[in-house]
């Protein structure tokens, strides 16, 4: 039988942006859901989730790899960096044929879904979707790129 070992962990979530500001958050029983900030609501019924309060994609990428990047793939990133750290991991000595990525989504980039298909509505009919429309979406992006940024091909 083969062996999985999580080595670190990392969080990026309503409750905080980092793992001790989340464990905090769950043990002091703080609520992740507040107004919805993100787009307006004014048409919408509900007018409340839990988004990460203060983001922004500056504080952690530059703008060129940010505008390649859903903001789904954006926290996976951040906390996956959290995650290499917390696990203490040698990346210089490690076997990155050995080291592998597993992230679990039901659904990948959905902003950048909406997105695209908002521009093609509001445009003027002409399909015109951005190069990096299917890869900012997929599921499975979040892994791929922190296996990128790593190197990890286990």
């Not at 309503?14 to 307006?40: M, Q």
């Not at 991991?89 to 695209?116: A, M, N, P």
Request: proline share 3%.
């Amino acid at each position: 039988m083969r062996r999985v070992v999580v080595t670190g962990l990392g969080a990026f979530t309503p409750l905080g942006k980092n793992l001790h500001e989340y464990w905090e958050g769950l043990k002091n029983g703080i609520s992740g859901a507040g107004l919805i900030t993100r787009f307006d609501t004014e048409k919408f019924k509900t007018k409340f989730a839990c988004e990460v309060k203060g983001y922004n994609s500056s504080d952690y990428f530059d703008r060129k790899e940010a505008n390649k990047l859903d903001l789904y793939s954006q926290f996976a990133l951040i906390s996956a960096d959290e995650a290499i750290i917390d696990s203490g991991i040698d990346l210089k000595t490690v076997d990155k044929d050995r080291v592998g990525v597993i992230w679990s989504s039901g659904i990948g980039g959905l902003y950048t879904f909406f997105d695209q298909i908002r521009n093609y509505v509001l445009g003027d009919g002409t399909p015109r979707f951005s190069p990096f429309f299917t890869p900012k979406m997929i599921a499975n992006i979040a892994s791929g790129s922190i296996s990128i940024k790593y190197g990890f091909r286990g």
